[in-house]
């Protein structure tokens, strides 16, 4: 059985109600040193309240798709795939920080086995939860795995989503809510063993 993360109130009430995003994202747009146009005194306080409840989102998301990647991903990894630095993620702009996880709802990284890289993605949006991977030979510049691998499919390079991913999408119903983990939990595994597969298939070209 999946140990499956709670998902916390602020991120279901931001996935639910298409009132509570809008207001959200426009607290979070405006620029930290600065204040609404327009804001009166009397409207200060409101305006913290609010400003920090949109702030304990953003953050409140990163660290439950950090804990649906490990759910989902993490602990299946054999020892053999070494992680990215994390420097290396942040200066590549990978979802790993808190401003990169919101902005793309998802949390990606990757890890070696040289030369092949093996990347790994959650997202999670109003009605829908996915998982993603896609093996590569960094020396060559290859994906190794270019076709539909059932329940993932493939989205070729150049795709408007998802470009160059193996994608498993899973309906949130109802929405502010997750799906059965288990059902991506046991993908991600058959994932893994397909990686696995093609490395080593790779290796005796």
């Not at 691998?149 to 493939?154: A, I, N, T």
């Amino acid at each position: 059985m999946t140990d499956e993360p709670k998902m916390p109130a602020t991120v279901a009430a931001f996935l639910d109600s298409p009132a509570v995003r809008t207001a959200v994202e426009a607290l979070l747009a405006m620029e930290a040193g600065a204040l609404p146009p327009g804001l009166e005194w009397d409207e200060l306080d409101t305006y913290y309240l609010a400003r920090g409840g949109a702030e304990l989102t953003r953050h409140d998301m990163a660290h439950f798709l950090r804990l649906l990647w490990r759910t989902i991903w993490g602990r299946r990894l054999g020892p053999h795939w070494r992680p990215a630095p994390l420097e290396e993620l942040v200066d590549e702009e990978y979802a790993v920080t808190p401003e990169v996880i919101w902005a793309e709802k998802s949390f990606t990284t990757y890890h070696y086995q040289e030369p092949y890289v093996l990347y790994t993605d959650v997202r999670l949006g109003p009605s829908a939860l996915s998982i993603a991977f896609s093996i590569e030979d960094d020396d060559a510049d290859e994906t190794l795995i270019e076709r539909h691998f059932p329940p993932f499919r493939w989205s070729a390079p150049g795709s408007r989503e998802w470009s160059g991913w193996l994608v498993l999408q899973v309906p949130c119903e109802p929405r502010g809510t997750l799906p059965p983990l288990a059902i991506l939990v046991e993908a991600a595994a058959a994932a893994y063993a397909a990686a696995e597969e093609a490395v080593a298939a790779h290796r005796l070209r």
